[in-house]
């Protein structure tokens, strides 16, 4: 339920923390004055904040968190207006001094908003102890971070996110920070609910598999999708408590829930897609192992997840199980060597982050934590309507039929229809269900003929199905059709 401000927003403390390190000169230095001044004016007046630039050294500007009034205001956008980019990036030290701030209390919103575009260069600069730091701090607060550019630790930004329960975001060379910022700003400044817990009560329903495993914090106007499995069947309550205006809240509904349902298919999509996104950043950040391959190539074939390294799982799973060739999934994308070539390298990229310290930053690392995290995001069916690079722009050259180059759009030919994944090769859609059932029988019908509206009548629910073209294989009581 969307979340209503009626006297319940929460006085927070938030923390701002900038690089200001030599790379931070030009414009990115003036960015993130504005984005931060933007944050100072859209403080609430019980909010308390900080301030902390950091290059070489940290330096805090209040040594603590500072009640929000004109005269600490003033003093802050002062502050702001006269950071100079100099010297090396001491991430350690400036994280460890913006926790040292935070209390351990539960009634206030604690956040952190950490902005680099760099790499640690002094003090500890091992990943690990950086985020050790973190784990070991008594602090509750979530922190938000913000890389600029290309030159920064992917790796690190995300596990610090993660490991706080805030989030990270990238901002690319020829995207503003002060606009990124400060849309992202509106979004937690007035926080509602805090530690917020779901559980299930009444009958034998259990909740499994949830995406996002844990319930964010609430905020004023807010949306928070959550997408799961369910065990059992019947009338269950769902129960929510949190912590609002300093007391703990709990909220009760009661659902019927079924056996099972065709309505709503795409919510088994949003699920899937934001699992496969969590699996994969699990192989970016810690390695690959058979059963998270297994499992990503399993959803993502099923409900037609198409991402760069989904496509390459599930053409290599293909060509180790040797599917027949007129089962298979992406025969155009895998007849396009040089296409086929670049989805295998961006999958052995992101793969390959967990063991190369040197491809946890730069153009291929920021991609790639961009395209896991539109997965893992609340938008999780961006992923249609924007394909990646990889999927987009390949160009398709047939000189013996006097064609012209032209761009292809593989991630197109994948269609979600009535809860199964139809794959186009050529003119047929190939109904992806078919590989998973040995030993089908096949049928070939010819479109519009008596016995393919014999066919509609008989499996009604084949009609979005045959509705996809003139060339359609599906399968329908056990015989795979093939409607030419």
Same mark, same amino acid.
Request: aromatic share 8%; glycine share 8%.
């Given at each position: 339920k969307e979340a209503q401000a009626d006297g319940h927003i929460l006085a927070k403390d938030l923390t701002m923390i900038m690089d200001s390190s030599g790379s931070m000169a030009g414009k990115k230095m003036v960015q993130a004055r504005k984005a931060l001044t933007f944050c !100072?004016?859209?403080? $609430?007046?019980?909010?308390?904040? &900080?301030?902390?630039? =950091?290059?070489?050294?940290?330096? #805090?500007?209040?040594?603590? !968190?500072?009640?929000? $009034?004109?005269?600490?205001?003033? &003093?802050?956008?002062? =502050?702001?207006?006269?950071?100079? #980019?100099?010297?090396?990036?001491?991430?350690?030290?400036?994280?460890?001094?913006g926790l040292r701030l935070q209390e351990s209390g539960k009634t206030r919103p604690q956040m952190v908003l950490f902005i680099t575009d760099g790499l640690p260069t002094i003090g500890e600069t091992d990943e690990d102890k950086i985020v050790n730091l973190i784990a070991d701090s008594r602090s509750r607060a979530r922190i938000f971070t913000f890389g600029l550019g290309h030159d920064v630790n992917t790796h690190l930004l995300d596990r610090i996110a993660e490991k706080t329960g805030g989030k990270s975001r990238y901002v690319l060379p020829e995207e503003d920070l002060e606009i990124k910022l400060s849309n992202f700003y509106r979004k937690i400044s007035d926080p509602v609910m805090v530690n917020p817990f779901l559980s299930t009560s009444m009958g034998k329903i259990r909740l499994t598999r949830m995406q996002p495993s844990a319930v964010p914090d609430i905020f004023n106007g807010d949306q928070v999708l959550l997408f799961g499995r369910y065990e059992g069947q019947g009338r269950a309550e769902l129960v929510l408590t949190g912590t609002m205006a300093g007391k703990e809240q709990v909220f009760r509904e009661t659902i019927q829930l079924p056996t099972q349902t065709a309505a709503n298919a795409f919510v088994g999509e949003m699920w899937a897609a934001r699992r496969v996104g969590m699996l994969l950043d699990q192989i970016r950040l810690n390695g690959e192992s058979a059963e998270l391959k297994d499992e990503i190539t399993r959803l993502a074939r099923k409900f037609g997840i198409v991402t760069p390294y989904t496509a390459w799982l599930i053409m290599e799973d293909e060509q180790v199980r040797r599917v027949p060739e007129e089962q298979r999934n992406f025969r155009e994308l895998a007849g396009d060597l040089a296409a086929a070539e670049e989805v295998q390298q961006s999958y052995q990229s992101m793969a390959g982050e967990a063991k190369d310290l040197n491809l946890r930053s730069g153009k291929a690392a920021v991609r790639n934590a961009q395209e896991v995290q539109g997965l893992k995001d609340e938008e999780s069916m961006a992923y249609r309507t924007r394909p990646s690079t990889s999927l987009r722009k390949q160009k398709v050259v047939d000189a013996s039929k006097g064609e012209r180059n032209r761009e292809r759009n593989y991630g197109s030919q994948v269609r979600m229809v009535q809860g199964r994944a139809f794959y186009q090769n050529g003119s047929v859609w190939n109904d992806s269900t078919a590989q998973g059932q040995s030993a089908l029988k096949t049928k070939e019908i010819s479109f519009s003929s008596k016995e393919y509206f014999a066919l509609l009548n008989r499996f009604t629910e084949a009609a979005a199905w045959l509705a996809l073209g003139r060339q359609v294989d599906v399968v329908l009581g056990g015989v795979l059709y093939q409607i030419r």
């Amino acid at each position: 339920k969307e979340a209503q401000a009626d006297g319940h927003i929460l006085a927070k403390d938030l923390t701002m923390i900038m690089d200001s390190s030599g790379s931070m000169a030009g414009k990115k230095m003036v960015q993130a004055r504005k984005a931060l001044t933007f944050c !100072l004016d859209n403080l $609430n007046e019980q909010d308390r904040f &900080e301030l902390i630039r =950091f290059s070489t050294e940290a330096e #805090p500007f209040f040594n603590k !968190l500072a009640p929000v $009034n004109n005269e600490t205001l003033a &003093e802050a956008s002062t =502050f702001i207006g006269k950071i100079k #980019p100099i010297g090396g990036t001491a991430i350690h030290e400036a994280l460890d001094k913006g926790l040292r701030l935070q209390e351990s209390g539960k009634t206030r919103p604690q956040m952190v908003l950490f902005i680099t575009d760099g790499l640690p260069t002094i003090g500890e600069t091992d990943e690990d102890k950086i985020v050790n730091l973190i784990a070991d701090s008594r602090s509750r607060a979530r922190i938000f971070t913000f890389g600029l550019g290309h030159d920064v630790n992917t790796h690190l930004l995300d596990r610090i996110a993660e490991k706080t329960g805030g989030k990270s975001r990238y901002v690319l060379p020829e995207e503003d920070l002060e606009i990124k910022l400060s849309n992202f700003y509106r979004k937690i400044s007035d926080p509602v609910m805090v530690n917020p817990f779901l559980s299930t009560s009444m009958g034998k329903i259990r909740l499994t598999r949830m995406q996002p495993s844990a319930v964010p914090d609430i905020f004023n106007g807010d949306q928070v999708l959550l997408f799961g499995r369910y065990e059992g069947q019947g009338r269950a309550e769902l129960v929510l408590t949190g912590t609002m205006a300093g007391k703990e809240q709990v909220f009760r509904e009661t659902i019927q829930l079924p056996t099972q349902t065709a309505a709503n298919a795409f919510v088994g999509e949003m699920w899937a897609a934001r699992r496969v996104g969590m699996l994969l950043d699990q192989i970016r950040l810690n390695g690959e192992s058979a059963e998270l391959k297994d499992e990503i190539t399993r959803l993502a074939r099923k409900f037609g997840i198409v991402t760069p390294y989904t496509a390459w799982l599930i053409m290599e799973d293909e060509q180790v199980r040797r599917v027949p060739e007129e089962q298979r999934n992406f025969r155009e994308l895998a007849g396009d060597l040089a296409a086929a070539e670049e989805v295998q390298q961006s999958y052995q990229s992101m793969a390959g982050e967990a063991k190369d310290l040197n491809l946890r930053s730069g153009k291929a690392a920021v991609r790639n934590a961009q395209e896991v995290q539109g997965l893992k995001d609340e938008e999780s069916m961006a992923y249609r309507t924007r394909p990646s690079t990889s999927l987009r722009k390949q160009k398709v050259v047939d000189a013996s039929k006097g064609e012209r180059n032209r761009e292809r759009n593989y991630g197109s030919q994948v269609r979600m229809v009535q809860g199964r994944a139809f794959y186009q090769n050529g003119s047929v859609w190939n109904d992806s269900t078919a590989q998973g059932q040995s030993a089908l029988k096949t049928k070939e019908i010819s479109f519009s003929s008596k016995e393919y509206f014999a066919l509609l009548n008989r499996f009604t629910e084949a009609a979005a199905w045959l509705a996809l073209g003139r060339q359609v294989d599906v399968v329908l009581g056990g015989v795979l059709y093939q409607i030419r």
